[in-house]
Nanobody, 120 residues
Framework: QVHLVETGGGLVQPGGSLRLSCAAS????????MGWYRQAPGKDREMVAV???????NYGHYPKGRFTISRDNAKNTVYPQMNTLKPEDTPVYYC??????????????WGQGTQVSVSS
């Protein structure tokens, strides 16, 4: 079983920055893509950024240019960096990972979500 634990959410003022992290643990053989998604109340979950094992990144339509993503493969951890935050950046953010377990089973796992609040 694989667990994704997100940390770093919280309250930040408009224009500020926030660095989240998501660490995967459990019976992990390998992880291919890791990414972050956001979901506002009443809206579908949408991709923010995805990063491959080799560091190739793919960003969603929102919020291009203000968020970046990096990864530490040795720690099975992904780090989204959120800059110039705006009040509309305030939904719940979810970590996602494509994991192959020690039993050679592939699964797509989600974290529990972390809330980001942007307010003065």
């Amino acid at each position: 079983q694989v667990h994704l634990v997100e940390t770093g959410g919280g309250l930040v003022q408009p224009g500020g920055s926030l660095r989240l992290s998501c660490a995967a643990s459990g019976s992990i053989l390998s992880i291919s893509a890791m990414g972050w998604y956001r979901q506002a109340p009443g809206k579908d979950r949408e991709m923010v950024a995805v990063i491959s094992t080799g560091g190739r990144t793919n960003y969603g339509h929102y919020p291009k240019g203000r968020f970046t993503i990096s990864r530490d493969n040795a720690k099975n951890t992904v780090y989204p960096q959120m800059n110039t935050l705006k009040p509309e950046d305030t939904p719940v953010y979810y970590c996602n990972a494509d994991v192959t377990s020690m039993s050679f089973l592939k699964d797509n796992s989600w974290g529990q979500g972390t809330q980001v609040s942007v307010s003065s």
